[in-house]
């Protein structure tokens, strides 16, 4: 759906406010009225407001409908100005759903008592809401839901006009992942998936190779060979996409890395039903890696992109890899299998050490990869780990401005004694469960060749009721991330 940005003057007449039919007022919380009454119709929104026993705190919201021709509809709430880019982008998600639920055309948003920069931040919160609200998901239902209708959103008394690129690129590489996400397992397989990225590939020009099973056997890859096996139809393989920026020559390389296991059984360790359920998900890695080389792509980003997307199913049969079974890495690095279930970091070790053999300036990989993570941060912050500790302060800023909040783990080298095996150069993971965030990232990071490398374990990808400004329940978690963490934490300078 493509939404018409307008950008315009202070709302400060009568006439003008009456031709609208769909307005968000955002009003600074625990302010006097008399601070805000260049808005018009300021008076009776007071009184409505003293009528209905509210407050004007952060936690009130008010819809009404103007006593005007139009019978202009307006939600209003209140913010602090102190208020964080996680809090303002769910307010807006919430402001605009509730201005769809009446399927408009055109929603006009104002925010009056504000300085600049606030200004500026709740209106891009607004075009980022209406942007992920709008996105059509797939769906299979028998009765369609009705089309949304919104083609424009109008800002009203910004001090200058905002470049929406930035947020109109994020909100593609969003949609992008969490579309991917939701598509059912016999709708994306590694086949399928290949299909559609091959689509992606010519339209956006990237350069893209497919390492299928028999090219890995000769790269030696049996970590990602070993979960592979168990799949009746051979079709999985590691996608390396590339950007290259047209106009820039001699660029620092970025490598993104994503899990894209179509659908985890758990293997030989099969899982329950109620664990299974959802996990044609397990694939989301793949689509936020996907995801942000698109909106980079779209931003002609300066610099290189390599993008290595492992693709694969973890199933269960005859030819399923085993508990006790050692294979060997493309690094050649030995691997004891204690948990077929642990599949995850089999298929990025070597994905991760192929990445890692271009020589990127950073790896960044993302992964719905422990369960031991959700239950650390719940599905409010994804874990962040990192081989550069002076990343951390950047990492969490770039978390806490993007709204896609992040928390580092330790993964300190004597985390290292838990993994050591008697028969390999490392077990897969252990049985106990205990710190499997930070086990699973400790041995990750043997594949990395020490390259720079930032391991996202995904516990946001799946939040009950939408998480900020996304209102669906897969989030798409990791592009906004990843953006503020490249162009404006500038990371890779850093390296």
Same mark, same amino acid.
């Given at each position: 759906?493509? *939404?018409?940005?307008?950008?315009?003057?202070?709302?400060?007449?009568?006439?003008?406010? !009456?031709?609208?039919?769909?307005?968000?007022?955002?009003?600074?919380?625990?302010?006097?009225?008399?601070?805000?009454?260049?808005?018009?119709?300021?008076?009776?929104? $007071?009184?409505?407001?003293?009528?209905? =026993?509210?407050?004007?705190?952060?936690?009130?919201?008010?819809?009404?409908?103007?006593?005007?021709?139009?019978?202009?509809?307006?939600?209003?709430?209140?913010?602090?100005?102190?208020?964080?880019?996680?809090?303002?982008?769910?307010?807006?998600?919430?402001?605009?759903?509730?201005?769809?639920?009446?399927?408009?055309?055109?929603?006009?948003?104002?925010?009056?008592?504000?300085?600049?920069? *606030?200004?500026?931040?709740?209106?891009?919160?607004?075009?980022?809401?209406?942007?992920? &609200?709008?996105?059509?998901?797939?769906?299979?239902?028998?009765?369609?839901?009705?089309?949304?209708?919104?083609?424009?959103?109008?800002?009203?008394?910004?001090?200058?006009?905002? !470049?929406?690129?930035?947020?109109?690129?994020?909100?593609?590489?969003?949609?992008?992942?969490?579309?991917?996400?939701?598509?059912?397992?016999?709708?994306? %397989?590694?086949?399928?998936?290949?299909?559609?990225?091959?689509?992606? /590939?010519?339209?956006?020009?990237?350069?893209?190779?497919?390492?299928?099973?028999?090219?890995?056997?000769?790269?030696?890859?049996?970590?990602?060979?070993?979960?592979?096996?168990?799949?009746?139809?051979? +079709?999985? @393989?590691?996608?390396?996409?590339?950007?290259?920026?047209?106009?820039?020559?001699?660029?620092? #390389?970025?490598?993104?890395?994503?899990? =894209?296991?179509?659908? +985890?059984?758990?293997?030989?360790?099969?899982?329950?039903?109620?664990?299974?359920? =959802?996990?044609?998900?397990?694939?989301?890695?793949? /689509?936020?890696?996907?995801?942000?080389?698109?909106?980079?792509?779209?931003?002609?980003?300066?610099?290189?992109?390599? &993008?290595?997307?492992?693709?694969?199913?973890?199933?269960? @049969?005859?030819?399923?890899?085993?508990?006790? +079974?050692?294979?060997? $890495?493309?690094?050649?690095?030995?691997?004891?299998?204690?948990?077929? !279930?642990?599949?995850?970091?089999?298929?990025?070790?070597? %994905?991760?050490?192929?990445?890692?053999?271009? @020589?990127?300036?950073?790896?960044?990989?993302?992964?719905?990869?422990?369960?031991?993570?959700?239950?650390?941060?719940?599905?409010?912050?994804?874990? $962040?780990?990192?081989?550069?500790?002076?990343?951390?302060?950047?990492?969490?800023?770039?978390?806490?401005? #993007?709204?896609?909040?992040?928390?580092?783990?330790? *993964?300190?080298?004597?985390?290292?004694?838990?993994?050591?095996?008697?028969?390999? +150069?490392?077990?897969?993971?252990?049985?106990?469960?205990?710190? !499997?965030?930070?086990?699973?990232?400790?041995?990750? #990071?043997?594949? %990395?060749?020490?390259?720079?490398?930032?391991?996202?374990?995904?516990?946001?990808?799946?939040?009950?009721? =939408?998480?900020?400004?996304?209102?669906?329940?897969?989030?798409?978690?990791?592009?906004?991330?990843?953006?503020?963490? *490249?162009?404006?934490?500038?990371?890779?300078?850093?390296?």
């Amino acid at each position: 759906m493509k *939404i018409n940005i307008k950008q315009k003057d202070k709302l400060s007449n009568r006439k003008d406010l !009456d031709a609208l039919e769909h307005l968000i007022l955002v009003l600074p919380d625990n302010t006097p009225v008399p601070k805000w009454t260049q808005f018009p119709y300021a008076d009776v929104i $007071a009184q409505r407001l003293a009528r209905s =026993g509210k407050k004007p705190a952060s936690d009130t919201l008010l819809v009404t409908d103007l006593p005007n021709k139009c019978g202009t509809h307006v939600v209003i709430a209140f913010v602090s100005p102190d208020s964080s880019s996680f809090e303002r982008l769910t307010l807006a998600r919430k402001l605009v759903t509730r201005q769809l639920e009446l399927n408009p055309r055109s929603i006009a948003f104002y925010s009056p008592g504000f300085n600049t920069e *606030i200004n500026n931040h709740l209106a891009e919160a607004i075009v980022a809401a209406s942007l992920a &609200c709008t996105s059509a998901m797939p769906e299979f239902k028998s009765s369609k839901k009705k089309p949304l209708h919104l083609s424009s959103i109008i800002l009203y008394g910004l001090d200058s006009k905002i !470049d929406f690129k930035r947020t109109l690129a994020e909100a593609a590489g969003n949609n992008l992942a969490r579309q991917l996400t939701t598509l059912p397992p016999n709708e994306l %397989t590694p086949k399928s998936y290949l299909q559609r990225i091959t689509e992606l /590939a010519r339209e956006h020009n990237w350069r893209m190779q497919f390492l299928d099973m028999k090219t890995l056997k000769r790269k030696k890859a049996g970590a990602f060979l070993a979960v592979a096996q168990g799949s009746a139809e051979q +079709d999985a @393989g590691i996608v390396h996409l590339t950007y290259q920026p047209s106009a820039v020559r001699n660029t620092v #390389s970025l490598a993104l890395v994503g899990k =894209g296991i179509c659908y +985890d059984t758990g293997g030989m360790n099969l899982k329950s039903a109620k664990h299974m359920h =959802g996990m044609h998900e397990d694939m989301e890695g793949s /689509a936020v890696a996907l995801g942000t080389l698109l909106a980079l792509t779209r931003l002609q980003a300066p610099i290189t992109v390599h &993008c290595w997307l492992a693709l694969a199913q973890n199933h269960i @049969g005859p030819a399923a890899y085993k508990q006790n +079974d050692v294979i060997t $890495a493309a690094n050649g690095t030995t691997i004891e299998v204690m948990h077929t !279930d642990a599949e995850g970091r089999m298929v990025l070790a070597d %994905t991760l050490a192929l990445a890692s053999n271009g @020589g990127p300036k950073l790896i960044i990989d993302y992964a719905t990869l422990t369960g031991a993570c959700v239950y650390a941060l719940s599905t409010r912050y994804s874990g $962040a780990f990192t081989n550069r500790d002076h990343l951390i302060p950047a990492l969490i800023a770039a978390g806490r401005d #993007s709204g896609e909040r992040v928390w580092p783990f330790p *993964i300190d080298k004597d985390f290292d004694k838990a993994l050591e095996s008697t028969i390999a +150069d490392v077990k897969q993971c252990t049985l106990e469960g205990e710190a !499997d965030h930070i086990l699973a990232a400790r041995f990750l #990071s043997r594949f %990395t060749a020490d390259t720079p490398w930032l391991h996202i374990d995904l516990a946001a990808g799946n939040h009950k009721g =939408g998480l900020a400004h996304i209102p669906t329940d897969i989030t798409g978690f990791g592009v906004r991330f990843t953006l503020n963490l *490249i162009l404006d934490k500038q990371i890779l300078t850093t390296l």
